[in-house]
């Protein structure tokens, strides 16, 4: 997995991370107002929640390899 961790005393809840994710890996939670990894074996180490504009958001390294957004 390659999304690590996200650290909520940095996250605003910008929502960036949520709609970088092309696997949906991260979301929002609605109470805390805070982004969290929901679906963390989906996550397929594209490195998009990286941009994260608080740098709240730790990854591992992972595989290089090209990410397949869409068909066409």
């Known amino acids: 997995m390659a999304i690590e961790s996200i650290d909520n005393n940095l996250c605003t809840g910008c929502g960036q991370c949520v709609l970088s994710c092309p696997m949906d890996v991260i979301r929002m939670d609605e109470e805390a107002k805070k982004a969290v990894i929901k679906y963390v074996e989906d996550c ?8 994260c504009p608080e740098k709240a958001i730790t990854i591992q390294p992972g595989p290089k390899q090209s990410v397949l957004l869409g068909w066409g």
């Open 44 to 51: 397929m180490y594209c490195g998009f929640c990286i941009d």
